[in-house]
């Protein structure tokens, strides 16, 4: 057997996915057990993946998996597959997450990971500071999010209620003005 067709035998098939989901529904513990070391470990990178914050991931999956205990009676099947169903679940469940943070603070660690390799001067930390201070709170929000945490277009678009190409904007002007008062700070 090939090294292929292994990992695809250890695999749960899509359908098994279904089913467990449909018995966790009918309140099956053991399906759910199933269902969580199946697939606990895919909806666990998707969580730290979006979070990009190992511990928040965790925090995601968990509230996750309690959704998905809790409302898998509203799984279809006929409209997508059990696997897409939990993820979509696991992601709503991130963002969630990190929508209950008041607000992406501006710290020293957070500053910390927006340098560039290179640049550890501590005085170009604090012009970042100050220009991502000049931004308006919602480009703010949104640079941090795109840059720091990875969101894409699509996705901060949905967060924060607006068409995808006012959000391609917002950061494409969030970006020339950080730009601008940074070439101001340091010229």
């Known amino acids: 057997m090939t090294m292929r067709a292994q ?13 467990l989901l449909v018995a966790t529904a009918a309140g099956d513990r053991t399906a759910f057990r199933a269902l969580y070391d199946r697939a606990g470990p895919i909806l666990l990178r998707v969580c730290t993946r979006l979070a ?13 998996m309690v959704r998905i205990w809790q409302k898998s ?18 992601r709503n469940c991130t963002f969630n997450a990190i929508d209950q943070r008041d607000r992406v603070p501006l710290d020293d ?9 290179g640049m550890p001067d501590v005085d170009i930390a604090m012009d970042i500071s100050r220009c991502l201070a000049a931004l308006s709170e919602k480009h703010r929000e949104s640079i941090l999010m795109a ?3 990875g969101l894409t277009y699509e996705e901060l ?17 969030s970006v020339q003005q950080l730009r601008l008062c940074l070439n101001n700070e340091t010229g």
């Open 73 to 90: 009676h509203l799984f279809d099947p006929a409209k997508g597959t059990a696997i897409g169903w939990m993820v979509a679940v696991s």
């Open 157 to 173: 678009a949905s967060r924060m209620s607006v068409p995808v190409n006012t959000m391609k904007t917002w950061i494409h002007r």
């Open 52 to 64: 990009r914050d190992r511990e928040l991931g965790h925090d995601a999956l968990h509230e996750a």
């Open 147 to 149: 840059y720091h945490f």
């Open 109 to 117: 660690k957070l500053l910390q990971t927006l340098e560039q390799p």
């Open 7 to 19: 990992a695809q035998a250890s695999r749960p098939m899509v359908d098994e996915y279904s089913e």
